[in-house]
């Protein structure tokens, strides 16, 4: 059994979210739900994010207990809540999750922020961290050793979860960055050669357990059995950012070594908040957003095929006639959309009526996002997009209408589409609902009055809308 030596030995940790076998559907929920919760004193804006993870299915009989302990969770290892000590409010990753619904990029962003030591830890276990003088950012240097051997080998590696806990996540050569590529490659390659043994209890892989995992939601690694990790080499972008990236949050760095550890605790407490305002600062200057071939794609070769497929007479159309470019069709949902329509035109025989298929501008604030033709009546179809995007199938029976969309809907009553896509690696899903002030007021939806309205139905109520083919512009 291979054991680190004992004095490089010191095992890294963070939160363990309790929810984690359900993360995707939870995150997706809490977004929403602490988004609609105004800047409040501390106490009052605690109260109001219990009564609203209680709302999550099966978490009404939990004590209360529990519910603190999902608060402080999410809050702390995902930066959703911040604080300036009296007040506090919904951070700024928390409703970017809300608006755009993209889990990949959520995870992306939540990777190239996180480190060792940080702030969603307690004071006490930061101090030991810094004593110990660690300084690792895990994602980044998972995916930089890969790298290394990849360009070493010129063929692709791979590693295994208990390779990342016990030769990099638990040895402190490797956590204070002391130790070349080069020897840790050649410590695991070694192991590989010997067989050696590793201790693969859930207890102790847990932590490296769950930033692989989490780099599998965000795609950065990929995995055909969830044993062997490798670099995504469709998102070859993206990774090169987080390679190059000489991000850190510095406060910890600047602790005074002559210090008693009651100041340094102090210290350490006094600069919590510091690291919400960095994990939710604005990044401009990463483009996170999933790159959606990418994702739904699963080799090179499928990849290079929707690639040629996106360059054809549709994209030249859209450019032509409507004098905007591919980038500013609008978001991923809202493209794949525009898409399935025109090409749901062009299959009922109505090629003449593409072009008159428009994207509205987000800043004209008119309560749908694409203006579609019925293929008999040439009537308009005001559509309004809700996209998901998500490593799995997620729960598509919640949707949320701002006061814009609802009275879009109220007015256009039968000619409001509400077009929900799901996007995940298992599969791309259309569910479509007509008129749902119509089917509120004939008791098959149900609404719940905030900062517009929160619609719910039953996922299997055929009354309520219906799954269509995801249709792909063949131009």
Known sequence: MYSIP?????????????FKGDIENVLIFIAKEFSKIPKLPSEN??????????????????????INNWRTEISALFGFIESDGSSSWCGRRAIELMKDGDLVKFFKIFL?????????????????????????????FI??????????????????????????????????????FSSIWNRIE????????????????????????????????????????????????????????????????????????KEKLCFISNHKQEWF?????????????????????????????????????????????????????????????????????????RKDLIHLIKKIPAQFA?????ISLELGSEKKRYIEVKTTISSKKLDFNKIHLTTNE???AESNKDRYFVYRLMISKEERKLFIIQNPVGLYKKDIINIIPRDGVDISFESNNNSVGSFEELLLWNG
């Open 45 to 66: 804006f605690n109260q109001r994010a219990n009564e609203s993870i209680k709302q999550f299915p099966g978490n009404i009989t939990r004590k209360e207990k529990t």
């Open 277 to 349: 305002k960095y994990v939710n600062r604005e990044m401009i200057s990463v483009d996170f957003s999933t790159d959606i071939l990418a994702f739904i794609s699963k080799d090179n070769d499928e990849y290079k095929k929707y690639v040629k497929k996106s360059e054809n007479e549709f994209l030249n159309k859209i450019e032509k006639e409507k004098g905007i470019s591919t980038k500013d069709i609008g978001d991923i949902g809202e493209n794949i959309i525009f898409g399935h329509e025109c090409e749901r035109l062009r299959r009922g025989n």
């Open 143 to 180: 995916l930089k050793l890969l790298q290394y051997a990849n360009d070493k080998f010129k063929n692709k590696n791979f590693i295994t979860k208990a390779e990342c806990c016990h030769l990099l996540f638990n040895d402190l050569r490797v956590s204070q960055g002391k130790e070349s």
């Open 190 to 261: 070694s192991n590989r050669k010997n067989h050696e043994e590793y201790d693969r209890r859930g207890k102790v892989t847990r932590y490296a357990s769950d930033i692989i995992d989490y780099m599998v939601i965000a795609n950065l690694l990929v995995s055909d059995d969830k044993k062997a990790y490798y670099i995504n080499d469709l998102e070859e972008k993206i990774i090169l950012k987080f390679i190059h990236s000489t991000e850190w949050f510095s406060e910890y760095d600047n602790i005074a070594e002559n210090i008693s550890k």
């Open 112 to 140: 190239f922020n996180f480190q060792y030591p940080g702030g969603y830890l307690k004071p006490h276990t930061i101090l030991k961290f810094i004593q110990n003088k660690v300084h690792f950012k895990p994602a980044q």
């Open 366 to 370: 008119v309560g749908y996002d694409i």
């Open 406 to 408: 609802w009275v879009a």
């Open 6 to 18: 004992k004095e490089f030995k010191f095992p890294l940790s963070h939160i363990k979210p309790k």
